[in-house]
């Protein structure tokens, strides 16, 4: 499987992320950056969440039919024409980093898919994964941690 590259210029991958993309901040997406997007990728998806919460995998951001060519996800930003995702919120949006205690691991994860996803907005983590069964034709993760002060 080809290798996605996803980073962010608002921390290093297994750095901490600022707290102004967290409930204690703004609640904003930051800024993300997509390389190496394989031939053949018709969109992307991303999924963002936290497997350190007391009640389990806890899900803060899920967007899909991100345009093949997008390079940049700007801060308080979507690419147009993508669809956001339910959230363990309830939310369609992002939802920042904010924890209980201690500190979580955060994870960006996004696909290369060989379609365009049928989902309606608002679909969760689980619909999303279902849908891309068998289209996943590359990954890349980027982790940032958070702790509350």
């Known amino acids: 499987m080809n290798s996605l590259q996803l ?3 608002a ?5 901490a992320i600022p707290s102004r993309y967290t409930c204690d901040g703004d609640d904003s997406n930051p800024p993300l950056v997509i390389d190496r997007v ?14 350190d919460a007391p009640v389990g995998l806890w899900v803060h951001w899920v967007v899909w ?18 669809l956001q995702g339910r959230n ?3 939310r369609t949006s992002y939802g920042g980093p904010c924890p ?20 309606g907005a608002g679909s ?7 849908a891309m069964e068998g289209h996943v034709i590359g990954k890349g ?3 940032g941690t958070y702790k509350r002060r």
Do not use: C, V
């Not at 921390?11 to 750095?15: L, Y």
């Not at 039919?65 to 993508?82: D, H, V």
């Open 88 to 90: 363990s919120w309830g």
């Open 38 to 51: 394989p031939m053949g990728t018709k969109s992307l998806a991303l999924i963002m969440d936290d497997p």
């Open 7 to 9: 980073n962010s210029s």
């Open 11 to 15: 921390f290093a991958n297994g750095g």
């Open 65 to 82: 039919n991100i345009p093949p060519q997008t390079r940049q996800i700007g801060e308080k930003s979507l690419p147009a024409g993508a």
């Open 100 to 119: 209980p205690s201690g500190t979580h691991r955060y994870f960006f994860k996004l696909y290369a898919l060989d379609t365009i996803l049928t989902l």
């Open 141 to 143: 993760e980027l982790m």
């Open 124 to 130: 969760t983590k689980t619909d999303l994964e279902k």
